[in-house]
């Protein structure tokens, strides 16, 4: 038998992997014969690590996952069925949609109230099976929706899927250079009313090349930090011509896709794809940059899975938060030699010429393009049974394996965040949308207001089956300003 925590971190990528939903936060029940006692223990110890919850035997509900182990290999039902697999594309979009229900219920609202009915939509964004859903969704609630991704973040099933359900799909992955910024700009002179950006790319390109498309947008939503930064940018420059809702930074956005979503997702690309050079996260020294949102993700779950992590940051206070959560705090130069390195910061140029001599292996968690300095010729695809490897390629001058060719490591080698990740972020995009359009606010970046931030919060508790407390009875003395502590007693 093989080691149990190797066993354990493989079949809770396979689950992932199969599924493309969510560990943290789900209720998981293990089960094996006396023999199989320490891999199971493994399993549910490397679960609990991942933020799920161990249920007892009559724990029933749809979410709940029964492992049950046999061996090296064990049997995996969700919700009392066996896992089946999930198809062809239409089959991933019907999967994600049906694990979508905070979405779901927004859009609902949004169709009821009538609030996006004859508006155009573009949404620009990796195209996978959430953001597919996402777009139908805002078509299902009545608006012309058009969709637009890079060659580099297209999945064609999943391009095709869309456009047979009658969402009009600019996206191709054999463009590139002229030919993408041509189809970028035909996108864009589709003519919009709102735009739903990731990373801004379609924002800005706007800007600077057709600016007078802008004219009549009612505003932006921005899904990323990396997206936020350049447009807060051209707002301080005097530049910026839209309307603009920082959807990232909603508490149920950032709080949630970051640390957990790109946390889970980037995490097990990076475990699939060095397995095949027969490496393991487990015991592996990783140098995490960057201790955002992202980088806490990261971290965390790089930590379940058994490896060394230490962190390398330029803000004093997120060192301190690092520092406080375990981890060795240091100079990258000080701290890569040999190891894996994972740039988490979306600034281009984090990982170095040097700092790639010194790592063992590469990856981005950040993405955006150069994260990586990267000499693109010095790559060469690694060539396993007499085929290359999809996504892993090493840099010939340095020995270094560099994943991804230095992409964002969970969108093109692997499907993006987990379901119910998205699900919530895709909600708060919805919730930003409404916003955007019933109030109609004055160009600059926004945030989402608190009441619709606390609305997607309180929907996904409901729909979720999420408990909450009573809120304590008020009192008339809770108006009482006056310091109960030092009251007079004799007046």
Known sequence: MTDPHATAERILRRFARDTNLLIAGRPIRVSAEAEDTATAL????????????????????????????????????LGGAPLAPRGDAAGRLDFARAHMPVSNALATE????????????????????????????????????????????????????????????DADPDLSGTAEREAALAWLRRGFDVVVDDGSHLVRLAHEAAPELIEGWIGVTEETTS?????????????????????????????????????????????????????????????????????VGVAAHLTALGAHVSVAEIDPLRALLATHDGYEVGRAEDLAHGALVVSCTGV??????????????VAVAGGVPGEVDLDESSLQPVVVAGAPVPHLDVDVERGTLVLDRGGCINVTAAEGNPIEIMDLSFATQLAAIRSLVE????IGVHALPDDAVGHVAATAAHVRGVALDAAPASSAADADWRSRRYRDIDA
């Open 42 to 77: 493994a399993v549910a110890g490397m679960a609990r690590a991942l933020g799920a919850r161990l249920v007892e035997d009559d724990a029933t509900g749809p979410d709940v996952l029964d492992i049950e182990i046999d061996g090296d290999n064990a049997a995996l039902s």
């Open 110 to 169: 949004i169709r009821e109230a009538g609030t996006v009915r004859g508006l155009r939509i573009g949404v620009s964004m990796t195209l996978e099976p959430k953001t597919a859903n996402l777009a139908l969704l805002l078509a299902d609630a009545g608006a012309d929706v058009a969709v637009y991704a890079h060659p580099d973040e297209t999945d064609p099933a999943v391009a095709q899927a869309l456009r047979e359900r009658g969402v009009p799909v």
């Open 227 to 295: 997206g936020l930064t350049p447009l807060r940018a051209l707002h301080a420059a005097g530049l910026l011509r839209t309307p603009v809702v920082a959807v990232n930074d909603a508490a149920t956005k950032t709080g949630f896709d970051n640390r957990y979503g790109t946390g889970q997702s980037c995490v097990l690309a990076i475990a699939d794809l060095i397995e095949h050079v027969d490496a393991t996260v487990r015991d592996l020294p990783v140098l995490v940059i960057g201790y955002g949102p992202v980088g």
């Open 348 to 361: 281009a140029g984090t990982v170095t010429r040097e700092l790639l001599e010194l790592a063992g292996i």
């Open 439 to 442: 109030e109609r606010p004055g």
